[in-house]
Each structure stands twice: as C-alpha cells, then as structure tokens.
C-alpha cells in the first residue's frame, strides 16, 4: 500500500520586484500577483501573476497587470461558485467557457478603469485600442478537490512540483507566430483562443511556482530555471514557507540585478 502523504492548508507566497533597468530609468514595476486562500470556507485557493508589457502603446499596463490577476482570481470564485457541486459540470465549463469569462471581466474592469484615470466613458467592448494600453500576460492556478486547474494566457512560467521534487508539468508560452520578443496578450484580438488549460491531479504534488519572463530571462539555460522549483521546494521544507516568504526579494533583486534587468514575480502555491 503507497504512503498516503497527510496534506496542510495550502499557503501562498509571491512577491514582485521591480526591475534593475527599470529602476534606472525610473519607469514603474509592471508586474503584478495575488491570491486568495479560500480553501477553509470554500475549499479552493488560487494565485495568479501578470507581466503587463511596458512599450509605449501598452502605457497603462501596470494597470492592466494588476485588473488581469483580479479577473483571474475573480472568475475562479466563479467557477467554483457557479459548478462546485458537481466536479464533471465545472471541468466541462473549466474547458468551455473558463477564458472567455477571465476575458470579459477583465475587459469589464480595464473600461471601467479607463473612465475612472482617464475621464472618458468606452462603451464598445471591441475598442480594442484602449485594451492595447492595458496589454498584458497571465497565468494562475486552482488548487480544489486534490486538482490543480491552470490556466495561462502570453509568456511567463509555471512548474509544478511533486512531492519526490521531480517537475510534474511546465507550462510556458507556445512557441508564438510574431516577430522575436513578442507574446501572445490579453490584449490579442480573441485573447480567448490562445489561453493553455491543464488540469492536474494533486495528489502527489508539493508546490505550483510562477512566475514572469524576467525571472526565466535571468538564467543562462533553461534547465537553470527549471532546477529552481526543487531547489525551492527544498528551502520550503527546511527553513518553512513564512522564512521564504521573507527571502523572495532580497532572491529576487539578486536575479534582476545580475540577470535580466527586468521586473520579476515570483508567486507560489504550497498544497504540501
């Protein structure tokens, strides 16, 4: 018979740090993470990140980055509202319908926004040139009924992590159809269609880390980045979730510093 591992509340972490080369031309931390631990009352918690795209045409994607992690944690309270009841029901409206309601609310609250910053009233939802300057990626995971649903939309990074420190899944950006540098968005035209849904049976799973490309940037080969997750995992079981927690921005703006340049998120989901 197989060790049934006992399993705690899920904690999260995260942190974001605003990026060296930022910092050097005094431009904003256009990053963004947050989560919700909902898992005593209503048996889930989840944790997304955003990496809002900073060009001169996406100038309010700080804003964006920060409306996008709101939506995605808002429509998994959705989710589970709407269909925990029944587990079949909720994977079929997970599969069906889950991005475009991440699309729509935050296109809701991106509009909503706008009047409040700007002065001015959008009523079209296909005024896509005001969802340019919010423009940014997304990813988050669900932890609920020993599951993990993921759901990712641009470039940035998610590693699962089972409880032996192997990497159970890797979630990054398909390899994209335009020019070098560029991701998929938010902001893309049908935004919905380049969404990545995973389901992923937790059983034996430790930790979900993710992050945005700056962190990933940070590191010369990707099986550098890739030997992180155990290598936090390890710190997580030897010195405690909270004393990590405390470390990830003196981590953080180590990487920024001597790697990237870039804003860097770091969020994890600890089901160990």
């Not at 409206?93 to 609250?109: G, H, I, K, S, T």
């Not at 300057?133 to 609920?144: A, E, F, N, S, V």
């Amino acid at each position: 018979m197989s060790e049934q591992l006992e399993k705690t509340f899920p904690k999260i972490v995260g942190c974001s740090r605003r990026g060296h080369h930022h910092v050097q031309t005094e431009t904003p931390c256009q990053d963004s993470w947050g989560g919700v631990n909902s898992y005593e009352s209503k048996g889930y918690s989840c944790v997304s990140v955003a990496d809002g795209h900073g060009a001169d045409i996406h100038d309010l994607s700080e804003f964006g980055s920060e409306l996008a992690v709101q939506a995605l944690n808002d429509q998994f309270e959705v989710l589970i509202d709407s269909y925990g009841h029944d587990q079949s029901e909720l994977e079929r409206a997970f599969e069906a319908n889950f991005p475009q309601m991440v699309v729509d609310r935050w296109q809701c609250l991106c509009l909503k926004d706008a009047e409040e910053r700007l002065g001015e009233t959008f009523f079209d939802h296909k005024d896509y040139d005001i969802y340019t300057r919010y423009g940014t990626t997304l990813q988050g995971c669900m932890y609920w009924k020993d599951r993990l649903w993921i759901a990712s939309v641009g470039d940035g990074n998610l590693l699962t992590v089972g409880v032996d420190g192997s990497i159970v899944h890797h979630d990054e950006e398909d390899e994209p159809i335009f020019k070098p540098g560029a991701t998929f968005s938010m902001a893309s035209l049908n935004p919905a269609n380049n969404f990545r849904l995973t389901i992923i049976e937790a059983e034996l799973i430790a930790f979900t880390m993710l992050s945005t490309d700056g962190l990933y940037n940070s590191f010369l080969k990707p099986e550098y980045f890739l030997a992180l997750g155990p290598g936090l995992l390890e710190a997580i079981r030897q010195d405690g979730v909270d004393a990590v927690d405390k470390l990830l921005p003196e981590w953080l703006d180590y990487f920024t510093e001597n790697g990237s340049g870039d804003d860097i998120t770091l969020a994890a989901l600890v089901i160990e």
